[in-house]
Each structure stands twice: as structure tokens, then as C-alpha cells.
């Protein structure tokens, strides 16, 4: 690896896949060398769009090639821990689609072979590298929404049904590693109800309440059985309450400077008063980009600068144990589970 330039595989190029070998392939500091997949046809489209890479449906011919510095996993979930594993046991950085893994066990292997081998470990969480998410981040960090309640967030829509996973576990990893980025605390609980309507054992809509170490709350409401296609989260704290609508075009961000205060009355001491405070609306100008480029970008530069990332695999286990706990809730009808029992 030389200081100006990463050499990157990418193993799965379907239906994320094929995004981010668009990413890597023109990303500067990068040079994508392979792209592995199973399917021949997948692997001969992207060898159409860009004819400087090298395709093979052999894991090995990635791994054992000294000259690869760094591997990008986009297969199927189950699939995510026995190739990040070998990609890591190789000596190759390593960046995984979310979610991690499928166990928290597993992710927590990955996590401590990772920091044994010296190797940086990156989840793709995508939204944490959304701009306007990152603006949100920094609102609250300076104090603009005073002391944060709770959220909830939403992520609906008609489809795609999954045949090989729960609305909760192809849905939620987005909201999660969304509320755990912005609350910057531990979860402790988690509450989850569910139906299965369409197919046997398959949630597909999933209501789940994640309380916090701080007193801090979020609810996460995803299905795939929805009229509407939703994508919004709402932040309310002491001072001010905030939504990002991923479905708007330009005004993603509304600030509303809206809240309530207890105050003591003076007249008792006994006594105290709820006082409503009803302020503007404000949009602010949120700056843009691609979330998936600017998180490609993330972790070709923080290879290559030795600095750290946002989404590394600590943050990756940290959502598969609420994922697990989340799971667990829905098969006990709603009993809540500490994700650290994982």
C-alpha cells in the first residue's frame, strides 16, 4: 500500500454491490483491482462499465494477492462473518455492508481480530455519513437542542419483501446506528412487537423501543407493508426539536424552536407551572454530497491517514446486539432484553 493510493477488492456486485464498485472505481486515493462474485452476469456487467478491473468468482484470487490492501464485503448477510473473517486473517482491511453479522458473537470475533491484526474494520452505516445527519449531529453536540428527550423514526414502504430476513433486520440497522450516533450512549433495553402477514415467521412491520444507559428513548417503526414511503427521524430535546425527511429533495432538515419548561411558582413552593414555548420554524442550508461517496471516502482515508472511523466494527456490534435483542423481544411477545445478554 503505498500512502497516496488504496488497492480495493470488492466481494458481492448485486443489488447494493454494484453501487459501491461504482463508488471505489472512481473514488480518488483508490484503485479497485477485482470484483468477486458468484454470478457471471453480474460480474460481466461491471467488467463492461469498467474495463480496468480484474473479475473472478474465486475469494482466493482476492486474498492471496499481495498487492490488495483493502476488501469490501456487499454479499448476503449470512455470508458477511466467513468472509470478513478471511479477509482479515489475510491481512486486509476490511469493510463490511451493514449489518455486521447476523450474531453478536460473531461480530465481537471480527471486532477482536481486527484489533489483534492491527487492521481497521469499517460496518456500512450509511446514513452516519449523510450530510444532513452529520449536520444534526453537530446541532446537538453544541448544545443547540439543549437536553435530548428522545426520537422515533420511521422507515416505510411497499416493498421489497425479503424471503431470508425480518422487516427488522433489513430495515432497522439504518435507525439504530442513527440513534446510537446522535444519543452518543449505551442501550440498555430493548421492546419489540411484530406481525408476520405475509409470510410465516417473516416480520413484516416491526415496532421497537430502544431505552437508554442516560434515560434517553427511540422508537423505530419499519415495514415493508406500507402505503407510504417514508424515511424521517425526529429529535426532540429541552430547547428545540428537529426532523430529517430523506424523501425531501432539498429542505431535509426543520428545526422547530419549540419546548416546555417547568418553572417553580413564586407564590408556593409547592407548586409548579408547565410553560409552553411555540417559536419559528427554521430550514437551514444543509451542505451536500453522496452519502455512499463520502463514506467510500471515509474509509479509503482512513487507511491510508491512520485515522480513525466512525463506523468501525465496535459501532457494528454495538447494532447487532440490538438487532439480536430487538429479535429475541419479538419471538417473547415484547419482553424486553438488554442487548449486553448478547
Given at each position: ?227 407510504h414511503k ?15 425527511d430523506d ?19 413564586i407564590t ?75
Amino acid at each position: 500500500m503505498s500512502e497516496d493510493t488504496l488497492n480495493v477488492a470488492v466481494v458481492g456486485a448485486g443489488y447494493w454491490g454494484k453501487n459501491l464498485v461504482r463508488n471505489f472505481a472512481t473514488a480518488k486515493r483508490c484503485n479497485l483491482k477485482y470484483v468477486c462474485d458468484l454470478n457471471k452476469k453480474a460480474l460481466a456487467a461491471q467488467k463492461k462499465s469498467f474495463p480496468f478491473i480484474t473479475t473472478t468468482s474465486e475469494l482466493g484470487d482476492v486474498l492471496s494477492d499481495a498487492e490488495i490492501d483493502a476488501v469490501v464485503i456487499a454479499t448476503e448477510v449470512p455470508t458477511h462473518f466467513e468472509i470478513a473473517r478471511k479477509a482479515l486473517d489475510a491481512g486486509k482491511h476490511t469493510y463490511v455492508e451493514k449489518p455486521l453479522t447476523l450474531k453478536a458473537a460473531d461480530a465481537n470475533t471480527l471486532v477482536e481480530l481486527a484489533k489483534d491484526k492491527k487492521l481497521k474494520l469499517m460496518v456500512g452505516h450509511l446514513l452516519e455519513y449523510h450530510p444532513a445527519v452529520n449536520y444534526l449531529k453537530e446541532m446537538i453536540d453544541r448544545g443547540q437542542l439543549g437536553q435530548l428527550y428522545y426520537m422515533y423514526t420511521q422507515r416505510v414502504n411497499l416493498g421489497i419483501v425479503r424471503q431470508n430476513e425480518n422487516a427488522w433486520w433489513s430495515l432497522a440497522p439504518h435507525d439504530i446506528s442513527i440513534i446510537c450516533y446522535l444519543f452518543g450512549s449505551e442501550p440498555v433495553s430493548v421492546t419489540a412487537h411484530g406481525q408476520c402477514y405475509l409470510q410465516k415467521d417473516i416480520e413484516d412491520v416491526v415496532f421497537a423501543t430502544i431505552k437508554f444507559s442516560d434515560g434517553k428513548m427511540a422508537n423505530v417503526h419499519c415495514s415493508w407493508l406500507d402505503p407510504h414511503k417514508i424515511r424521517k427521524m425526529t429529535v426532540v430535546g429541552s430547547e428545540k426539536m428537529v426532523t430529517f425527511d430523506d424523501m425531501e429533495a432539498t429542505e431535509k432538515i426543520r428545526m422547530y424552536d419549540k419546548g416546555a419548561a417547568i418553572k417553580h411558582d413564586i407564590t408556593t413552593s409547592y407548586s409548579e407551572i408547565i410553560s409552553l414555548r411555540f417559536g419559528d420554524i427554521v430550514i437551514p442550508k444543509v451542505p451536500s454530497g453522496e452519502p455512499l461517496g463520502l463514506e467510500g471516502r471515509h474509509f479509503i482515508d482512513s487507511v491510508l491517514d491512520g485515522t480513525p472511523i466512525r463506523s468501525d466494527g465496535v459501532e457494528g456490534l454495538r447494532v447487532v446486539r440490538v438487532l439480536e435483542a430487538g429479535q429475541k423481544s419479538l419471538k417473547n411477545n415484547g419482553e424486553p432484553v438488554n442487548p449486553e445478554d448478547f
